[in-house]
């Protein structure tokens, strides 16, 4: 990667995306490059602005003169609001002149937030490809942004119409970052980097953001291979995370998409951690995601009784679960599964049957997490927590005693699921004794086992 540490301002883009790094970084263990900025930056740079990206993930903020810049913009998600907000702060402070625009999950489910703060001049609630543009094109009203136009004053003209074409947008600019700083657990080659093919998931999970919209909208096959082709030779990328809300609802186009891999002969290891519903796979699926390179499917019931798996809408099948599951051990391909516990009006018996149900279930690796309710969810609203104070800087991870009980919950779900003898040699299977080690220090810190 370019080294821009010694750049001088006059040469430095006038647009600068940010993504900060996670306030309590020993909680996050995985890093993968930060899709929204890098597309965002792609699509500047195609209408011809010169745009920096700086991901404090793996890198330092030293580097770079926030002064340099007209427009800054920050990707807040819930790992990191409360350092992207002290980032700002400093940013005001130094550099008044500098406008600062915030996009992402938080600022579509709660804008008069970040609006609120004297700070933050713009709030991008939609897709932030074109909104951007024409904000940074001066326009005083731009659909899908809150915009300050005053001390007091602010526009908002409306939500903004989803961009339907997605193969018309450039891919991210992932040659703006260091892929070889990025890591994921579990994977098996580095470089490792990350890949969406669709945006939008037509399921109404109550716990879920739908920060893209229920519209599910697709890249054509082509786009995505083209995509992955150069990401391998020329990015030099062995591993891919596909990172779609729902990669799997168009059966036709996951098997074109693994004819066209198989077709160029790319040598790319794939993995599904997310955005695979059971419904959308059968073994012929599967086949073909594994000649493709696939090695790792994730699956998600969330809970493992069916009262709740109609609580939280998720209209999945437990035993179609049990059946992708099954498949993929016949097929040799790693499975990973996760559940939440605390959904509201659930019973101790309950959460005692989905920590049975995922010893059943027998995946590789289970991920189990405490429900966290979401400002702009469903769920959110059922819990009626809409005056607590959002957990410092809406980190929502306030406790309280059911919460206290909750983790509990977590940790002896985690001990009783891997602290088998046949769960602890398969870790060793999957991992090098080094991810092996950090994972251990990472559960240690968390304290979830």
């Known amino acids: 990667m370019e080294d821009h540490k010694h750049l001088a301002a006059a040469e430095i883009g006038s647009i600068l995306l940010v993504f900060c790094a996670p306030s309590k970084r020993q909680l996050y263990i995985n890093k993968l490059p930060p899709l929204g900025i890098l597309s965002l930056a792609s699509y500047l740079e195609s209408k011809g602005i010169r745009t920096d990206v700086i991901d404090l993930q793996i890198d330092d903020f030293s580097r770079i003169d926030p002064g340099a810049y007209r427009v800054i913009g920050f990707s807040v998600n819930v790992a990191n609001v409360e350092s992207s907000l002290a980032c700002m702060r400093r940013i005001r402070r130094d550099h008044p002149q500098t406008r600062i625009v915030v996009g992402g999950p938080h600022c579509k489910s709660f804008p008069e937030y970040f609006i609120g703060m004297n700070f933050i001049d713009a709030v991008c609630m939609d897709e932030g490809e074109e909104a951007f543009h024409e904000y940074i094109e001066g326009r005083d009203s731009v659909p899908g942004m809150h915009i300050k136009t005053g001390s007091m004053e602010t526009t908002y003209p409306g939500p903004r119409k989803r961009i339907e074409d997605l193969d018309s947008l450039p891919f991210p600019a992932l040659d703006k970052v260091d892929l070889t700083r990025y890591n994921y657990y579990p994977r098996r080659s580095r470089p490792i980097s990350s890949l969406m093919t669709s945006r939008g998931c037509p399921f109404g999970c109550i716990f879920c953001f739908q920060t893209l919209g229920r519209r599910w909208r697709k890249r054509s096959a082509l786009s995505v291979v083209s995509e992955i082709e150069w990401q391998v030779k020329t990015l030099g990328v062995r591993e891919i995370a596909v990172y779609d ?159 206290r009980a909750l983790t509990e919950y977590v940790r002896r779900a985690n001990r009783t699921f891997y602290l088998r003898p046949r769960k602890l040699l398969g870790l060793l299977r999957m991992h090098s004794m080094k991810d092996l080690v950090s994972l251990g220090w990472y559960s240690i810190m968390t304290r979830s086992i």
Request: charged letters at 30%; a negative charge; aromatic letters at 8%.
């Open 245 to 403: 809300d729902n990669f799997s609802l168009d059966r036709a186009r996951v098997l074109e998409i693994c004819d066209l891999l198989m077709a160029k002969g790319l040598k790319v290891s794939l993995q599904f951690t997310n955005g695979l519903r059971a419904e959308h796979l059968d073994e012929e699926v599967l086949q073909a995601l594994k000649r493709a390179g696939t090695w790792l499917v994730g699956v998600a019931p969330d809970t493992g009784t069916e009262r709740v798996m109609e609580l939280i809408e998720k209209k999945a099948d437990l035993g179609q679960i049990q059946d992708v599951v099954r498949i993929c051990r016949k097929l040799g391909i790693r499975t990973f599964a996760f559940f939440m516990l605390g959904f509201p009006g659930e019973t101790r018996e309950e959460i005692e049957k989905t920590i049975a149900f995922a010893k059943k279930l027998d995946t590789d690796m289970v991920q189990f997490a405490r429900v966290l309710a979401y400002k702009g969810t469903k769920l959110f609203e059922m819990l009626d927590i809409r005056n607590h104070d959002h957990g410092r800087e809406m980190g929502y991870f306030y406790e309280s005693r059911e919460n």
